[in-house]
């Protein structure tokens, strides 16, 4: 690493030379891996890095990968973007189609990020400048010959929104001229249209600009290929749109939220499912905020205002 480098990295986080060199050869082999259960059924795992490295890549973050080029059709992870923005983009459209990449993170490995941050950052940083910043960002995992991002460390969802930035740029042209919305949240990617028909024209497409890259290799998953009219429930990102073209919670979610009020209002909700609640009713408030006003209504203003004022065992007011 260089001078210049080293010594921002060192001043910032008050690491001595001898333990950056550590750090920087430690980083793929330093990560809690476990799993955690999946809302829709299964399991997810996540690989969180150890805190000196989670320290390091949060500094990258704000010194060097805030250089790097974002494509304005992501819908995630930079300021500004929400699963609202995300679904908003596609509400006057009659016909949808959803196609998700298969292990996103993973699939973004070391020699991707050498590549592109050389690509874009290289006259500013050397060669071995690189090559530790994108060693500092991977994970070593079983099975795999190239070190790779991994779902839990807080430089992934940056760094794989910047690594898609060609991608973006071609789908997104491309659509243009075919009268297509396209926006990409993480690795849901969402096309809409009026046009009946143009759903396989664009999933051939997609496949031909993943085949043609240079990186990330990427693979679509089938099985959360989805088609979607007016005929349908549209859902994107989890919202719903309507026929009417507005944003919705849904049927499922609004029956949730009100059983979990309704309990919390006999004193029968658990402190943990009351901070699921806190998190559900500001949800509410950003894309459907009539039913707030409902809810404020059926259950008083008061009532609403406790849950949202309480607080974490331990946490300052």
Known sequence: ????????????????????NRLIQRAPHSYKIY???????????????????KFIQRWLIQNIFNKLPVHECASAYKDGASI?????AHKNHSYVIKL???????????????????????HI???????????????????????CLSVGAPSSP????????????EVSAWCTQQCITYTRYADDLTFSTNFKGGSSEIEAFVRSITQKLTYPSLRLNNNKTTHLSKKHQRRITGI???????????????????????????????????????GLIGFAKDVEPLFVARMRGKYSSKLI?????KRKPGRLC
Do not use: W
Request: hydrophobic share 35%; proline share 2%; charged share 25%.
């Open 125 to 147: 940083l050397r060669t071995q400048d690189i090559q530790d910043i994108a060693r500092i960002s991977c994970i070593r995992l079983h099975g795999k010959s190239d070190l």
């Open 158 to 169: 940056v760094l794989s929104n910047t690594i898609m930035y060609n991608f973006d740029s």
């Open 305 to 309: 205002e406790e849950v949202l004022q």
């Open 84 to 88: 609202k923005k995300n679904a908003n």
């Open 1 to 20: 690493m260089t001078d210049h480098l080293r010594h921002g990295l060192q001043e910032s986080l008050g690491l001595s030379d001898c333990l950056l």
């Open 35 to 53: 799993t955690i259960a999946k809302r829709t059924g299964g399991q997810r795992t996540i690989a969180q890095p150890a805190k000196e490295t």
């Open 240 to 278: 719903i749109i309507n026929n009417e073209g507005n944003l919705s919670l849904g049927r499922n979610r609004k029956r949730e939220i009100c059983a979990l009020i309704h309990k919390f209002s006999l004193d029968l909700l658990p402190e943990s499912e009351i901070f699921r609640l806190q």
């Open 100 to 122: 998700d990449f298969k292990d996103f993170f993973p699939s973004i490995t070391f020699s991707d990020l050498v590549k592109h941050i050389a690509k874009h950052l290289g």
